[in-house]
Nanobody
Framework: QVQIVESGGGLVQAGGSLKLSCAAS????????LGWYRQAPGKQRELVAT???????YYTDSVRGRFTISRDNAKNTMYLQMNSLKPEDTAAYYC??????WGQGTQVTVSS
C-alpha cells in the first residue's frame, strides 16, 4: 500500500523561502521519475520540476534558478526548495511519484 504525505507549505512574504517535503512508503523514490506540480485557483495544474532516476532535472522557466528539486534516498522523501518566492508562485503544490501516485497537496501563499 502506497502512502504519500506532503508537508511544508504555508504563508510567506515575497522574497522568502519554503521547503516542501513529500514522504513516501510503499514505493521507492530512487527508481522512478519524481515531479512537483502546482495549481493556482482557476488555472490548470502545471509542471514545476522533475527529477529523473538518473539525477537529471527539469524546471519550468518561471522557477528555474529559484527552485530546487531533490530526494533523500535514505528517507525515501523528495523535496522542493523554493527561494525568492513571488506572489505568482501562490498555488497548491503536489508531488508526483512515477506516473501514478500523487500527494494530497500543500498550499503555498506568497504575500506581496
Amino acid at each position: 500500500q502506497v502512502q504519500i504525505v506532503e508537508s511544508g507549505g504555508g504563508l510567506v512574504q515575497a522574497g522568502g523561502s519554503l521547503k516542501l517535503s513529500c514522504a513516501a512508503s510503499g514505493v521507492t523514490l530512487r527508481s522512478t521519475t519524481l515531479g512537483w506540480y502546482r495549481q493556482a485557483p482557476g488555472k490548470q495544474r502545471e509542471l514545476v520540476a522533475t527529477l529523473s532516476y538518473d539525477g537529471s532535472t527539469y524546471y519550468t522557466d518561471s522557477v528555474r534558478g529559484r527552485f530546487t528539486i531533490s530526494r533523500d534516498n535514505a528517507k525515501n522523501t523528495m523535496y522542493l526548495q523554493m527561494n525568492s518566492l513571488k506572489p505568482e508562485d501562490t498555488a497548491a503544490y503536489y508531488c508526483k511519484i512515477g506516473n501514478v501516485f500523487w500527494g494530497q497537496g500543500t498550499q503555498v501563499t506568497v504575500s506581496s
